[in-house]
């Protein structure tokens, strides 16, 4: 109940921030709702399916290219469209991938997700008569629900009606992701994780479940790249690269990926951080890269998983830690 | 005729880089059963320090012809980084895989501002020292001696491994560990100073190969990252934690980037992660490997 008094402040304070933050800090609550959608859909993979993809910034590239292209070939600038056409290219990319990438699990799954991560990033860097290779291609200022909104500037229609555009969708899509990951279909996902051989014996379609999870965390990459995309105006095949890949991972163990919301967590925490110590100093880089050590080595739960261990600590009833609806032993 | 052997011998130069790091990286799969994504920081770790290194070697007298030695000395000093890296490492090591690969991608990214911290962001170079042996023909195209000299010395490494792990007995130590850690422990032997050797001799190979290389190019902070993606290539290609298979693995990546860099340079990276997607799609455990999924 706490829990769910806090989300609804949480989302209430979010509603009101454009009226009382400056635009820059606006600028900023964008990608970190990009990045939540993008990475409660990782999540479905890496937290409820216990599949570590090392690729899965091609989805998110996918989606910004798909923006970038429904401009540049069909002429149309409209944030639906654009989203449209982007679910369209993560179905099409994503379908056959997962196809052949359910089969795989642990260190395999990760090589092979790297592998095509790394393939449709050759592909947007090489051939740029068709993307643009390393300068990207131009994601333009969309229409949201056929208006042209001209009133607005550039940073009052980022920070205006794009923000709560933002907002609004990423609340609809985190509630469509509870849902699921408390469906029989997630309860499936997290037994494959657990023991799929035992699922398999009690009639789990493993290998189905794990694809679905594939799809539908690609969809969500895609969602949160066209975001990034209209955001920054540019569709950058650095997207795609595997580093990228590597901090959506960094941003849902940050945040704790055994909880529903670590991912969204993290992701705040992380572009915040992230957005001071690049003003502090050219070497973030370091310090995320520690901080990313220190949480793996002594808080494998990350933020949220440190907090309620804290919690229930307090409660004095750490036996309770077994009777956590999702285990915290994972086979990830 | 000319342009293949121009192919061959060009590919089997970066062959032989692709194959140290390769096989710094199957080593440590093949024994701690990690995926070290540092391996590629490490190397333009190597890189850096061998042009630091072998620059004060020869302020300090060296004649210029003995460099390759430096670097090879630079190399190995600046290897034992891997020391530091198992400790840490060390941490983890009951943790599911997955925590052991973000935790390598965590010191990619404190490496890489390591080494922007002490040599900065802008390329570094060691000029022409390469030229110094001139060149050679070999079946009527010229060469770089320098570079048929690193095609030999990955060529005495590789056999050098093959005998170390094959016929000597901490070979034989390393082996029963990567076959069963307990089994092992409770045969006496110390598995965590067969883990500190491994890692630190496959960190050692990844740097010397990136100190060897740098003559020929220029060392770049991205450089590191770039090269993961080869040398990741090489050991899906050859078979997860074996030795042959990052030799033939290496072979093919090299031959086969250097041949579409001679061509069609836009599938460079393509071509190889075309073959390596079939491989992993049609034979998982590689060429040579053991491990099933």
Redesign the interface.
């Known amino acids: 109940m706490m829990s769910r008094i806090l989300l609804v402040v949480c989302l209430a304070a979010l509603a009101a921030a454009p009226l009382v933050l400056p635009a820059y800090f606006l600028t900023v609550l964008i990608p970190f709702f990009a990045y939540s959608i993008i990475l409660l859909g990782f999540n479905l993979l890496?937290g409820y399916g216990g599949q570590?993809s090392?690729g899965h910034a091609m989805f998110v590239a996918a989606g910004a290219y798909a923006a970038a292209a429904s401009y540049s070939i069909l002429g149309i600038a409209s944030f639906e469209i654009m989203l449209a056409v982007a679910i369209v290219a993560a179905l099409c990319l994503s379908i056959p991938l997962a196809l052949?990438a359910s089969?795989?699990?642990?260190?395999?799954f990760?090589?092979?997700t790297?592998?095509?991560g790394?393939?449709l990033?050759?592909?947007l860097f090489?051939?740029y008569h068709l993307t643009g290779g390393e300068s990207g291609m131009r994601v333009p200022r969309p229409t949201l629900l056929g208006m042209e909104l001209d009133m607005y500037n550039k940073t009052g229609f980022l920070t205006g009606p794009f923000y709560y555009y933002c907002l609004i969708l990423l609340v609809v899509l985190g509630y469509i992701m509870w849902r699921l990951v408390r469906s029989p279909y997630g309860l499936h996902l997290t037994a494959s994780r657990d023991n799929p051989v035992k699922a398999l014996y009690l009639g789990v379609r493993v290998r189905w479940v794990r694809t679905v999870a594939f799809i539908v965390s690609a969809v969500y990459g895609a969602i949160g790249g066209v975001m990034l995309g209209v955001l920054t105006g540019l569709a950058d095949p650095e997207l795609s690269?595997?580093?990228h890949s590597?901090h959506l991972?960094?941003m849902t163990?940050l945040g704790g990926y055994q909880q529903f919301l670590g991912p969204a967590v993290g992701s705040l925490v992380m572009i915040l951080v992230q957005d001071q110590l690049m003003a502090e100093t050219?070497?973030?880089?370091?310090f995320?890269?520690?901080a990313?050590?220190l949480i793996?080595?002594a808080l494998?739960g990350g933020i949220l998983g440190g907090l309620r261990r804290l919690k229930l600590k307090k409660e004095g009833k750490a036996h309770a830690d077994a009777r956590q609806r999702r285990p915290a032993r994972?086979?990830? | 005729m000319n342009f293949l052997t121009n192919v061959i011998l060009a590919g089997l130069f970066q062959a032989a880089v692709l194959f140290l790091v390769a096989a710094g990286l199957q080593l440590i799969f093949g024994v701690q059963r990690i995926i070290n994504l540092a391996c590629g920081s490490v190397y333009a770790l190597g890189a850096y320090f061998g042009i630091t290194f072998t620059t004060w070697a020869m302020s300090q007298g060296l004649p210029p012809y003995l460099f390759p030695l430096a670097l090879l000395a630079g190399g190995l000093i600046i290897g034992l980084v891997g020391i530091p890296m198992e400790r840490v490492l060390r941490l983890i090591y009951r943790r599911p895989e997955s925590f052991q690969l973000v935790l390598t991608f965590a010191l990619v990214l404190m490496i890489q501002d390591i080494i922007r911290f002490f040599w900065g962001a802008d390329p570094k170079q060691l000029g022409s020292l390469a030229m110094i042996y001139g060149s050679v023909k070999l079946f009527g195209v010229t060469m770089p001696v320098y570079n048929v000299m690193v095609i030999v010395l990955a060529i005495i490494v590789a056999a050098g491994m093959a005998y170390f792990l094959g016929r000597t007995a901490t070979g034989k130590i390393l082996r029963a560990t990567a076959e069963n850690h307990e089994t092992s422990a409770a045969m006496g032997i110390n598995v965590s100073k067969v883990f500190l050797l491994v890692f630190t001799l496959g960190t050692a190979l990844g740097t010397v190969g990136g100190a060897l290389v740098i003559p020929t190019g220029v060392a770049s902070l991205e450089m590191g990252v770039e090269l993961i993606v080869k040398a990741f290539a090489v050991v899906v290609i050859g078979g997860l934690g074996s030795m042959k298979g990052a030799a033939v693995g290496a072979v093919i990546v090299g031959l086969l980037s250097t041949l579409a860099v001679f061509t069609y340079p836009e599938v460079d990276t393509l071509a190889i992660y075309v073959i390596v997607i079939g491989m992993l799609i049609w034979k998982p455990s590689g060429l040579y490997g053991r491990i099933a999924t």
């Open positions: 890496f570590l090392f052949v089969r795989f699990t642990g260190i395999f990760g090589v092979l790297l592998s095509f790394m393939l990033h050759s592909i090489k051939f690269y595997w580093t590597g991972v960094f163990i050219q070497y973030w880089r370091f995320v890269g520690l990313l050590a793996v080595i494998p994972s086979t990830a």
